[in-house]
């Protein structure tokens, strides 16, 4: 576990076995923990932090979710899709702030890559967004959902955060601008009247 500035730590991802980045914003009485991984190291990190933690899943896929069973956290968060799998918890469908000092916010995050997505806005400064920001397959290629693209861009714009964390990118915080900035250069792709967008690897 690796500090990433103030009170907010990070588990680096890992490839074999594939597991998610995890972000543990201390909150003074409890940890708000983004994402459980699904690699053994993380979730014993995770079974021996000394407070109780709350959970927050981006979305579905395992390299994110794995571990939760492991762990006995005080809450689960998730989108709707998420719980289906999980079936722990609650689903989020609107922004919920969690605790106000510090600020945690929990808001959906719309995404091609996985539906009924969420992001963790800490201390109004940083957004983590899983794999939010990422394609899907559509054909065998990688493709935006041309829509859906345009809200993740509407998101981002309309969040305070000026770092965004993307989960399996090097490094993990970047530039909200820069990010900001390759999607837009995405969406201007666009063909009109075509529901996606296709992308190089």
């Given amino acids: 576990m690796k500090k990433l500035t103030g009170s907010i730590f990070w588990i680096p991802p890992s490839e074999d ?18 994402d459980v991984g699904a690699d053994e190291s993380t979730a014993d990190i995770l079974g021996a932090l000394d407070k109780p933690i709350c959970v927050i899943l981006s979305h579905f896929h395992p390299d994110h979710v794995a571990n939760l069973q492991q762990l006995a956290p005080q809450a689960v968060y998730q989108g709707r899709f998420t719980l289906q799998k999980t079936h722990t918890g609650a689903a989020i469908a609107e922004p919920v702030v969690l605790q106000e000092d510090p600020s945690i916010r929990v808001l959906p995050f719309p995404s091609s890559h996985a539906k ?3 992001a963790l806005e800490v201390d109004r400064t940083y957004l983590f967004v899983g794999d939010g920001i ?10 935006y959902n041309a829509g859906t693209l345009q809200q993740t861009i509407r998101t981002l714009r309309d969040s305070p955060a000026r770092l965004v964390g993307v989960s399996h990118a090097d490094p993990f915080l970047v530039p909200k601008n820069a990010v900001l900035k390759d999607l837009e250069a995405i969406y201007a792709l666009r063909v ?8 190089s690897e």
């Fill in 134 to 143: 990422y394609s899907t397959m559509k054909q065998g290629r990688p493709a």
């Fill in 17 to 34: 076995p594939l597991s998610a980045d995890v972000v543990i914003a201390d909150a003074k009485d409890r940890y708000y923990v983004f």
């Fill in 116 to 118: 009924d997505s969420l």
């Fill in 192 to 199: 009109p009247k075509m529901p996606y967008i296709f992308v």
